[in-house]
T-cell receptor
Framework: GDSVTQMEGPVTLSEEAFLTINCTYT??????LFWYVQYPGEGLQLLLK?????DKGSNKGFEATYRKETTSFHLEKGSVQVSDSAVYFC??????????????FGTGTQLKVEL | NAGVTQTPKFRVLKTGQSMTLLCAQD?????MYWYRQDPGMGLRLIHY???????AKGEVPDGYNVSRLKKQNFLLGLESAAPSQTSVYFC???????????FGPGTRLTVT
């Protein structure tokens, strides 16, 4: 089946630092790609998405570009804030038997931003 | 709109006990999902439903049952809880027109 690999955490940065969280995938076909964020004690929220090659998803200063040639979808932000501290999940959408789709997630990367 | 809601938020069970987790969505979504989240493993799909009255197995269905009698509700049952089912359970839903899923706040279950 399809799979997602993302960098191990935790990642600790100072406020206003540049953030990169690496994500690579293996898939048959051309899945949609997502970044979800999970704040402490909460569910997952969609951060951004891209549905085809070279698409750039962006939201709240975060960006990620769908790179088919490197099968990657790295998350970046130019200047992180303490409020960005959370766990970030990379995911892809794949079709499953019986119709519909499922999201296949990476293991998550914890980000901690300090003053 | 409340989005996706889950009840209860927390629960402690003894081994062998049963319980049902309720997921409700008010977005008229066709698809609904149950995932479990364990440390270092991301989220794994337990069961899913592509519409009212339908259910199907995901990656880790053993020990769980589900029902989707109404479009807005998706129930996850544990007939005989085991310590290996200690986890955080998330429900999600999505519309037909998009692959993005909307998640509930989760249920933290501990089986002792």
């Amino acid at each position: 089946g399809d799979s997602v690999t993302q960098m191990e955490g935790p990642v600790t940065l100072s406020e206003e630092a540049f953030l990169t969280i690496n994500c690579t995938y293996t898939a048959t076909g051309y899945p949609s790609l997502f970044w979800y964020v999970q704040y402490p004690g909460e569910g997952l929220q969609l951060l951004l998405k891209a549905t085809k090659a070279d698409d750039k998803g962006s939201n709240k200063g975060f960006e990620a570009t769908y790179r088919k040639e490197t099968t990657s979808f790295h998350l970046e932000k130019g200047s992180v804030q303490v409020s960005d501290s959370a766990v970030y999940f990379c995911a892809l959408s794949e079709s499953i038997t019986g119709g519909g789709n499922k999201l296949t997630f990476g293991t998550g990367t914890q980000l901690k931003v300090e003053l | 709109n409340a989005g996706v809601t889950q009840t209860p938020k927390f629960r402690v069970l003894k081994t062998g006990q049963s319980m049902t987790l309720l997921c409700a969505q008010d977005m008229n979504h066709e698809y609904m999902y149950w995932y479990r989240q364990d440390p270092g493993m991301g989220l794994r799909l337990i069961h899913y439903s592509v519409g009212e009255g339908t259910t199907a197995k995901g990656e880790v269905p053993d020990g769980y049952n589900v029902s989707r009698l109404k479009k807005q509700n998706f129930l996850l049952g544990l007939e005989s809880a085991a310590p290996s089912q200690t986890s955080v359970y998330f429900c999600a839903s999505r519309p037909i027109i998009s692959y993005e899923q909307y998640f509930g706040p989760g249920t933290r279950l501990t089986v002792t």
